[in-house]
C-alpha cells in the first residue's frame, strides 16, 4: 500500500539554524499538508500546498516557514532561523482530492536546542 | 472559529469492554468527519470518515461512529475492545477548507 514517507525521523538543532524536513506524499496524490504536534498538545494544522502554491496556511506559519515541491516527489517544510518553541513532531500528509482522506507520514521529531 | 472537543483524556478498559469515545465540534456548516488512530510508533491511520449519507459509518477493525448533526458530536464506538486496541484516538473534521482541526485525543489503555 502506498505510504508518505518522511525524512529524517529525529532532527536536533541549535536555535538560530535552518532546518529542512523532508516529505514525499502518494505519487498520485495533488493536495500537501504539513501539521505539528507540540508534546501534550494537539496535532495543528501548519500550512496547504496545492499546483505548486500554499493554499492555506495557519498563524504559526509565519514568515520564518516555507514550503517548496523542488521536484514531482518531495514536499518540503523550512524553518529559516529555529526557535526553542519550534520543538514538535512534524506530519506531512498528502491527499488525492480537496477535503478528501488525509494520508499521514511518521513525522518528523524536531529538537531545538 | 472551527474547534473539536474530546471529553476523554484517557480511557481504561479490560478486554472484551465496550468502547465509546465522545467528539464533538463546533462549526455550523456542512463538515466532513474523521476519526484517526495512532499506535504506539506508528504514524496517524485513519479509522473511518463521514462525508455525507448514512450518519452511521463502519470503519476498519470493528470501529463505527455515528454522526448526530443536532448534537454536533460524531462519538466512536466499539462494542467489545481488544488489547491491541491501545493507542491514542483523534478526532477531525474540516468544515469551509480542506485542513483539518484535530481534537486534543484520547488515550485509550486495554488491559487483558
Known amino acids: 500500500e502506498p505510504e508518505v514517507t518522511q525524512t529524517p525521523s529525529h532532527q536536533v538543532t541549535q536555535m538560530g539554524q535552518e532546518v529542512i524536513l523532508r516529505c514525499v506524499p502518494i505519487?498520485?496524490?495533488?493536495?500537501f499538508y504539513w501539521y505539528r504536534q507540540i508534546l501534550g498538545q494537539k496535532v495543528e494544522f501548519l500550512v496547504s500546498f496545492y499546483n505548486n502554491e500554499i493554499s492555506e496556511k495557519s498563524e504559526i506559519f509565519d514568515d520564518q516557514f516555507s514550503v517548496e515541491r523542488p521536484d514531482g516527489s518531495n514536499f518540503t517544510l523550512k524553518i529559516r532561523s529555529t526557535k526553542l518553541e519550534d520543538s514538535a513532531m512534524y506530519f506531512c500528509?498528502?491527499?488525492?482530492?480537496?477535503?478528501?482522506?488525509?494520508?499521514f507520514g511518521p513525522g518528523t521529531r524536531l529538537t531545538v536546542t | 472559529a472551527q474547534s473539536v472537543s474530546q471529553h476523554n483524556h484517557h480511557v481504561i478498559l479490560s478486554e472484551a469492554a465496550s468502547l465509546e469515545l465522545g467528539c464533538n465540534y463546533s462549526?455550523?456548516?456542512?463538515?466532513?468527519l474523521f476519526w484517526y488512530v495512532q499506535y504506539p510508533g506508528q504514524h496517524l491511520q485513519l479509522l473511518l470518515k463521514?462525508?455525507?449519507?448514512?450518519?452511521l459509518v463502519k470503519g476498519i477493525k470493528g470501529f463505527e461512529a455515528e454522526f448526530i448533526k443536532s448534537k454536533f458530536s460524531f462519538n466512536l464506538r466499539k462494542p467489545s475492545v481488544q488489547w491491541s486496541d491501545t493507542a491514542e484516538y483523534f478526532c477531525a473534521v474540516n468544515g469551509n477548507t480542506d485542513k483539518l482541526i484535530f481534537g486534543t485525543g484520547t488515550r485509550l489503555q486495554v488491559f487483558p
Open positions: 463521514y462525508f455525507s449519507g448514512d450518519p
Open positions: 505519487s498520485n496524490h495533488l493536495y
Open positions: 500528509a498528502s491527499s488525492e482530492e480537496v477535503k478528501g482522506e488525509q494520508y
Open positions: 462549526y455550523g456548516g456542512t463538515v466532513n
